[in-house]
């Protein structure tokens, strides 16, 4: 298949499947006789496999080391387990830094009874 209806199978822009042939995520396809990228099957599951990654914001090097640690196939999870291990640590660090924005938010909010903003309370707090 081309570019294109790999970009609409996996529900990715042409331009991203690029970058990851760029970045050696996907290795480069074959080429047609009028030059055109002919993609597989594999780099179709490739894709969604990325894809799925990085839905769950996991970096880049992280998901060439899932793939290799596919490649291997027998070998230790250890590897791809501290991968997802870290990356919850990650979220869960990010959760608490939007609950302190959240809390941090709220209280601005609650703050304001002022009906101009010469008197509203969040320009002030923000300004101090």
């Given amino acids: ?11 990715l822009n042409a331009k991203t499947i690029r970058y990851y042939e760029q970045i050696n995520l996907i290795p480069a396809p074959k080429r ?3 030059g055109y990228r002919t993609y597989t ?4 599951d490739r894709l969604v496999f990325i894809c799925r990654c990085r839905d769950l914001q996991i970096p880049i090097d992280d998901i060439k ?3 290799a640690a596919q490649i291997l196939g027998d070998g230790s999870c250890i590897k791809v387990d501290s991968i997802i291990e870290n ?4 979220v869960r660090a990010a959760q608490k830094e939007l609950k302190k924005l959240e809390v ?3 209280s601005l909010l609650t ?3 002022a009906n101009t903003i010469n008197d509203c309370q969040i320009i002030k ?4």
Avoid at 2 to 10: A, C, F, P, R, Y
Avoid at 41 to 44: G, L, N, R, S
């Fill in 87 to 90: 990356q919850l640590i990650k």
């Fill in 1 to 11: 298949m081309q570019i294109k209806q790999l970009s609409n199978l996996v529900n």
């Fill in 104 to 106: 941090s938010l709220a």
């Fill in 111 to 113: 703050n304001c009874t």
């Fill in 125 to 128: 707090e923000l300004n101090s």
């Fill in 32 to 34: 047609a006789s009028n």
């Fill in 65 to 67: 080391a899932l793939l």
């Fill in 41 to 44: 099957q594999a780099d179709t």
